[in-house]
């Protein structure tokens, strides 16, 4: 309430060599959220990237979306707009249901749900590697396995600017289950996992982890976005890490995407610079790039050879000790940069096992920063 000061504490995650993201808020009221106190939560999000809230159970979806906004606070559309709902080629599609009196929040999960925030009677379906992956965990370890579906920023990535952030809360969460999240890459990599976490991993780490030829390289790199990215990419198959697609030919040809307006075709850094802090992040969305503008001015468009650096410069950051993979429990909600790290739904339900989590993440007013920009501070 106005007057009332909020006594905010920031309690970082336990940290480890590999392993530097993620703090509990403890103190704040979201509902209602004064200036000082989104001032700690802001510092507090750009030092450690991942917050988690705990006990969100009362937390409404036009508060959820207000968070969101006050670190964008000209921005009021959903992160990937039209994009969406605006074609069932899109590998999007099956995965949200809009709230009706809050359609900047999705209802993302697993199972029938009869009534929740004015959606009557329906099914969420939770992404499973089969259906995205070239192969799968043979259905016999289905329930006992699972991979990193995909890893992304949230981001349409034509047209809108990513969202700076991205808020996830656990509504309904199936317990009593464990993982073994398999990378099936030929390096025997795997995390014990709890069932359905969120994997999260530091884009700022991901960069540190380069040679200095590799970081000299990301530094004076654009990253070009396929137009329509999620239609584009529905006909390809991902690598079994998640951390990008096979090379197989099997994009969609221009022709057959929704129409194409070249201005807005997104071009970014390959490094995103920390608002706050100034560290460097390497961001890219793997699955979605489609080109590579050099230093020199030529451009790398052969596909493969594109997933190929990419990949070979992201994978260090994905080892299993610079994994953060929550154990979410109802009512928590985490609160992470977009611009700093990416995340991989995990995960494998039975179908009577319900999952109902809220997102919402706007499309932002400014694209990234670059490592030459000037911050900012709106």
């Not at 988690?52 to 959820?64: E, G």
């Not at 699972?146 to 700076?164: C, K, M, Q, S, V």
């Not at 096979?246 to 221009?254: D, F, I, P, Q």
């Not at 560290?279 to 969305?285: F, G, I, P």
Request: overall charge negative; hydrophobic content about 35%.
């Amino acid at each position: 309430m106005p007057g009332i000061i909020q006594d905010i504490e920031v309690k970082p995650f336990p940290r480890t060599d590999g392993l530097d993201l993620g703090a509990e808020i403890i103190g704040a009221d979201l509902n209602n959220l004064d200036d000082a106190s989104f001032a700690k939560i802001r510092e507090a999000l750009y030092t450690h990237q991942v917050i988690l809230f705990k006990n969100q159970q009362s937390l409404t979806p036009k508060a959820q979306y207000e968070l969101n906004q006050r670190f964008d606070p000209t921005s009021t559309s959903y992160g990937h707009g039209k994009e969406l709902g605006g074609s069932k080629k899109s590998i999007l599609h099956p995965d949200l249901k809009t709230i009706p009196h809050q359609q900047q929040v999705q209802v993302i999960g697993n199972g029938f749900v009869p009534s929740y925030e004015g959606l009557e009677n329906i099914t969420l379906k939770h992404p499973h590697h089969k259906t995205f992956h070239k192969t799968s965990i043979p259905a016999a370890d289905d329930l006992a396995a699972t991979r990193f579906y995909r890893w992304h920023l949230d981001a349409a990535l034509y047209d809108l600017n990513p969202p700076l952030v991205t808020t996830l809360m656990a509504v309904s969460v199936p317990k009593g289950r464990r993982q073994t999240l398999r990378y099936d890459d030929g390096t025997g990599d795997e995390l014990d996992v709890p069932l359905g976490t969120t994997a999260f991993v530091s884009s700022f780490t991901m960069f540190d982890l380069l040679s200095e030829e590799q970081k000299h390289f990301a530094r004076t790199t654009k990253v070009q976005y396929a137009p329509h990215p999620y239609v584009w990419m529905s006909g390809a198959s991902a690598l079994e890490d998640g951390l990008g697609l096979h090379s197989e030919g099997k994009e969609l040809a221009r022709e057959q995407l929704p129409a194409i307006d070249e201005t807005k075709v997104k071009v970014f850094p390959m490094v995103w610079k920390n608002p706050l802090t100034g560290r460097l992040a390497l961001q890219v969305h793997p699955c979605a790039v489609e080109k590579l503008h050099l230093e020199d001015g030529s451009v790398v468009d052969d596909l493969k050879e594109v997933r190929r650096i990419v990949h070979e410069m992201q994978r260090p950051g994905i080892a299993p000790g610079k994994v953060l993979t929550p154990d979410w429990e109802e009512g928590d909600m985490f609160l992470f940069n977009n611009h700093g790290v990416l995340h991989s739904v995990t995960g494998a339900f039975a179908e009577e096992e319900v999952r109902i989590f809220r997102q919402c993440m706007l499309a932002a007013s400014r694209g990234p920063y670059g490592e030459e920009d000037v911050i900012i501070r709106g």
